[in-house]
């Protein structure tokens, strides 16, 4: 939770303030996750955050909602590319990969769980960049693949 609510911070994802009059905070959560090695021990525990995207309000939270979708076909022809031209391939995991995306909307997010300071009820966040869960992040984008010459 630390390494995420880090990232976040230091991405300049949100500043708190006090909730505005008339202005609605969407909700937000933890999701955690063991992952494993192929032999079954443990190789790390993974701590995600992310809004809670059912508490938003078309109109008031998002105009349109985005969601990439990448056919097989797709991922054959790339692998069929680089293999027939002899590239090398590297498949690489971009952590907080679309917290650099700027948000459009203004959207106020309730702090986070475990939030130095998240025992204040009247303090949110304003989100400037997207995070996980919002109706306009891409939702399951966080690996890329790169082809290099």
């Avoid at 021990?41 to 109109?59: C, D, H, N």
Wanted: aromatic share 10%; charged share 20%; net charge positive.
């Amino acid at each position: 939770m630390t390494e995420e609510l880090s990232a976040l911070v230091d991405n300049k994802t949100w500043s708190i303030m006090p909730l505005l009059e008339g202005k609605h905070a969407v909700g937000c959560r933890w999701i955690f996750k063991t992952k494993f090695n192929s032999d079954g021990t443990i190789e790390r525990y993974k701590a995600r955050f992310l809004a809670q995207r059912v508490s938003q309000k078309f109109g008031i939270d998002y105009k349109e909602s985005f969601t990439p979708v990448v056919k097989m076909t797709i991922i054959r022809v790339l692998l069929s590319v680089v293999i027939n031209q002899g590239w090398s391939l590297y498949q690489m995991d971009v952590r907080n990969a679309f917290l650099h995306g700027e948000l459009e909307e203004e959207v106020f997010m309730k702090l986070p769980p475990g939030h130095p300071q998240s025992h204040s009820s009247n303090l949110i966040c304003k989100l400037h960049k997207s995070i996980y869960g919002l109706k306009q992040s891409p939702q399951a984008w966080h690996a890329k693949l790169s082809v290099a010459l």
